[in-house]
């Protein structure tokens, strides 16, 4: 099982970004997705839940209105679009399966400063 995670970390206050994350090595389209970050001195905090068919979602209070998860099974990736970006969103920024043990993406540091 992989998962690859991607998109550009660094960004103004205010801004967007989009994160993808590809996934191999299972059935994809039979799992929920999820984001999760872990701030600096935190602890990890789940962002935001796809389900299988995609029809589903569920986020964090905190970024609820910001930030959009998807998926393509097609092309077994997940999304997350962020929005309206602010220096608490800064984290590391990782995607996960449930399936079997669970797996983890390598996470991608997410930095929101001017």
């Known amino acids: 099982v992989q998962l690859v995670a991607s998109g550009r970390g660094l960004v103004q206050p205010g801004g967007s970004l989009r994160l993808n994350c590809a996934a191999s090595?299972?059935?994809?389209?039979?799992?929920?997705m999820r984001w999760y970050r872990q701030a600096p001195g935190k602890e990890r905090e789940l962002v935001a839940t796809?389900?299988?068919?995609?029809?589903?979602?569920d986020y964090a209070d905190s970024v609820k209105g910001r930030f959009t998860i998807s998926r393509d099974n097609a092309a077994s990736t997940v999304y997350l679009k962020m929005n309206s970006l602010n220096p608490e969103d800064t984290a590391v920024y990782y995607c996960?399966?449930?399936?079997?043990?669970?797996?983890w993406g390598q996470g991608i540091q997410v930095t929101v400063t001017t």
């Open positions: 996960y399966t449930p399936y079997l043990r669970g797996y």
């Open positions: 090595g299972f059935t994809f389209c039979n799992y929920n």
């Open positions: 796809i389900s299988s068919s995609g029809r589903t979602t």
